[in-house]
């Protein structure tokens, strides 16, 4: 008679995890929507873009066709560097909307930003390393680059983005930072947009310091007032400026589909990482990309996404300037999905259960700082929530900062 030995119980490992594993922390904003995925609760938090922006009818019409035309390859792995008709389309594109001169050799597929970012991050800086960036500055940066071990030294900002001064002041503490992170349109998370005199000087300073910028855009194609500021790209003269874009924004962010154009040298080594990673991205996500720029979708998707994120742009400033005490401080930004509050002396993170209690939430600014040392500012997304909930949501936040700060 065979005996069968009872299953043993699963032991914890944590004593087998790596040093670095010991270190990692998790997402503020991930955790977050864990946090408030119920249906009583107004989220300001996640940076969602809205469905009602998502193309759904040119996606169906370019689905079925490419499927028809190109369904066996569209099925199959692809090349590391992304869909060479895709890449062909976008250095056209990038050329006619941005005045950036990229050959198709010159730009690689991702999955997503966020593997752009820890791939920069991997074969330009090692362990203990640091980089510069804006503060605050995008939390899934921070965590890109704190799971390989890379430090952040973070520069202040104003209304104008970067404050020059104070980032010759940090490279003179902190003289050979392996690059400089940036978002200079509307930027995450304040919805700050950096001013042309502003680029011109940080690519100056790039210059004298011989410095990689890395300039992330995901938000660029979502002005909705002001003049259009050329991309760091477009001025670089020296090939300083690494750029990162993305379909999240304008396409859809199930897609997972993000790019980055380079040098090919770095091209390369980006995709020599991309192949330890995840060998290639979404052949799927890619032809359906490519037909969305081809076709002209993309062109005609972006500004019904503008109009709808104006909207509701305007629609969370009027309910702060009807509800907000007046000492409470906010941008105004002229694009993206982000708007930064700020209420001197109060303390975001302890605020944040009372917001939970009101059945309202924010990120706190703190999660966009390397070192978590600004505890009187928040990020609210404007782009996702429903107009009403906009402003009942405004509402409830406008009682918390009332009562408890």
């Given at each position: 008679m065979v005996k069968f030995r009872p299953m043993a119980m699963n032991k914890p490992l944590n004593k087998k995890f790596s040093d670095l594993a010991e270190t990692m922390k998790p997402s503020a904003i991930r955790m977050l929507l864990r946090v408030t995925d119920t249906p009583d609760i107004i989220s300001f938090g996640g940076g969602l873009p809205n469905p009602d922006s998502f193309p759904l009818d040119e996606v169906r019409e370019i689905f079925e066709e490419q499927l028809k035309i190109n369904g066996k390859r569209m099925l199959q792995y692809g090349a590391t560097e992304g869909l060479k008709t895709l890449n062909i389309a976008l250095a056209k594109r990038m050329k006619e909307k941005e005045n950036i001169n990229c050959s198709p050799d010159e730009i690689i597929q991702t999955t997503g930003s966020q593997e752009a970012l820890y791939m920069l991050g991997k074969i330009f800086a090692n362990p203990g390393e640091y980089v510069i960036s804006e503060a605050p500055t995008y939390t899934g940066t921070i965590t890109a680059l704190r799971a390989s071990n890379i430090r952040m030294i973070g520069v202040p900002m104003d209304h104008d983005g970067m404050i020059m001064e104070k980032l010759r002041e940090t490279l003179k503490k902190y003289p050979n930072p392996r690059f400089i992170y940036v978002i200079p349109n509307f930027q995450n998370p304040t919805g700050i947009t950096m001013s042309y005199e502003r680029r011109k000087e940080l690519l100056e300073i790039a210059s004298e310091n011989d410095l990689i910028i890395l300039e992330d855009d995901p938000y660029g194609n979502l002005r909705f007032s002001g003049e259009h500021i050329p991309s760091l790209k477009s001025m670089d003269k020296e090939g300083n400026v690494v750029y990162l874009g993305t379909f999240s924004k304008v396409l859809a962010p199930g897609f997972r589909l993000g790019y980055v154009i380079a040098s090919k040298d770095v091209i390369e080594k980006l995709n020599l990482a991309k192949q330890a990673l995840d060998l290639a991205s979404s052949t799927i996500s890619e032809y359906i990309a490519e037909g969305y720029v081809t076709k002209g979708y993309m062109e005609r998707q972006i500004p019904k996404i503008v109009s709808l994120y104006r909207h509701k742009r305007d629609l969370m400033i009027e309910s702060f300037e009807k509800y907000f005490p007046e000492d409470v401080e906010f941008t105004r930004p002229n694009g993206g999905m982000f708007i930064w509050v700020t209420k001197k002396g109060a303390n975001t993170d302890k605020l944040f259960t009372k917001a939970m209690e009101m059945k309202v939430a924010y990120v706190i600014g703190s999660a966009f700082y390397p070192d978590?040392?600004?505890?009187?500012?928040?990020?609210?997304?404007?782009?996702?929530?429903?107009?009403?909930?906009?402003?009942?949501?405004?509402?409830?936040l406008s009682e918390v900062l009332k009562r408890y700060s």
């Open positions: 978590e040392d600004n505890h009187e500012s928040m990020r609210l997304n404007f782009t996702y929530s429903s107009d009403e909930n906009i402003i009942e949501g405004v509402k409830r």
